[in-house]
């Protein structure tokens, strides 16, 4: 019990103002405010309020305004009145804790443009497309669509799938080897489950497959990357795993030399071990037709992962993996009966959404903006930053800037004062890999068609002169 009570004065100053505002009459006001004191915290719970006559005065109200607002509150429960011990907050079974507002930053901290890889902007979904799938397979479910379902996924969109990937990526599978996750991180989870580790990966990637892998007790080691891809000629016969993304090294941005794609076959047809292509992006080629996928090359040896996270939104949480028929049955058994999984309607949707023929549309479509994008940065950096150069091949959702060795960290501090967000090459880089050059991730998919030439003005002017 707090004995000391708290007088008018204090209740009115800047520790514990009572805002005596709004609408309805003054005694209504006054618990308005003396509610939001105790729920704030800012009256803890045994606190000794000022008799109702010295409240009045320093109010400026009638006591009986201010003696029929403690009735009240008292009758509610948020005060306690007894004779001889005056009116207290009411002590509670668990303390009100005070609410920490939090402040609104400056302006100035604020992010306005965000040129962070990785996100497609979601104004460029294709609602209607999607909706008239929709109801097409809703209209044509059938009834076990809406029971428990299979661990492998719709039928309907395995097969879908199948056929989309034979004809767009060069991937040789039956639908029957296919299960459906609910996005990449997911399908990465469940080849840990399964193979265990150590698992090789590139120098260069994403952080979080990284420790998601070891959240699984799967160890990681960093193949070098270059310009033609991850150095696979350092695997070793202890490894159970490697993870590439072949089309288009994340974040580097090089495809995976042809001897190097033919020698990590080599490599898991003489040790045994999985080659676990990454397929994030593959669609996205802007300067020739994409490159096919390396499963084609030994669908027994080569699991390609895949999702809709980056063609049309990561919302949807469906992803897929395309395994070798020995690993079938073992990743539908880590997957399990009640394992999470993607809706089956979404999954419904988005088979007819593939077979309509909208899902190519929509590549297309994507394809052409992101050049279109990619093509704007290219001529802002030779027009401002003309020693700036872009790294990699034209394809994906991002580019690397090559920096002036030393300046990665400032120019990223700088962009953020130009209300850019904007991440450093170096935060992709295997914590046990050697240090690498200063670099820029600049991912140009995200901004509103109308906020892209000015996320770029301030690009530019964040970045280091000549």
Known sequence: MIDSWVNSAEVLGSDLPLALSGTGNRRAVLMRALREAVRSGRLAPGTRLPPYRSLAV??????????????????????????????????????????????????????????????????VFPRTAWLASARRALTEAPHDAFGPGDPRGRPELRRALAGYLARVRGVRTAPERLVLCSGAAHGLRLLAD????????????????????????????????????ARVDGLRGTDRAVLLTAAHQF??????????????????????????EDDYDGEFRYDRQPVGAVQGLDPE???????????????????????????????????GEREQWSSATDQLTLADFVESGSYDRQVRRMRQRHRRRRDQLVAALAERAP????????????????????????????????????EGLSGYLHPAA?????????????PAEHAYPAALDALCRALPPE
């Open 301 to 335: 040896h080569v699991v390609l992962l895949g999702s809709v996270s980056k063609s049309l939104s990561p919302a949807l949480r469906i992803g897929w993996l395309v395994l070798p028929e020995r690993l079938v049955e073992d990743v539908v058994s880590a997957k």
């Open 194 to 229: 399964v193979l265990g580790g150590p698992w090789a990966v590139e120098a260069y990637g994403l952080p979080f497959h990284r420790e998601l892998l070891s959240g699984r007790g799967v160890g990681t080691r960093p193949l070098p990357v270059d310009e033609h891809g």
């Open 387 to 422: 020693s700036v150069r872009v790294s990699g091949i034209a394809a994906g959702l991002h580019a690397v800037l090559e920096l002036p060795p030393g300046t990665e960290h400032s120019v990223v501090r700088a962009a953020a004062w130009q209300g850019l967000a904007v």
């Open 434 to 446: 050697g240090p690498g050059p200063d670099g820029l991730v600049v991912g140009y998919s995200t």
């Open 58 to 123: 320093d109010l400026g109200l009638a006591r009986n305004t201010v003696a029929d607002a403690y009735a009240e509150l008292v009758a509610e429960g948020w005060l306690t009145a007894r004779q001889g011990s005056g009116t207290r907050v009411a002590e509670r079974a668990a303390p009100v804790t005070p609410v920490h507002r939090q402040r609104t930053p400056p302006r100035s901290a604020r992010p306005v443009h965000d040129l962070v890889q990785g996100k497609p902007d979601p104004s």
């Open 251 to 276: 974040p580097t941005g090089g495809p995976l030399h042809p001897e190097r794609r033919a020698a990590v076959v080599d490599w898991a047809r003489t040790s045994g071990g999985v080659v676990v």
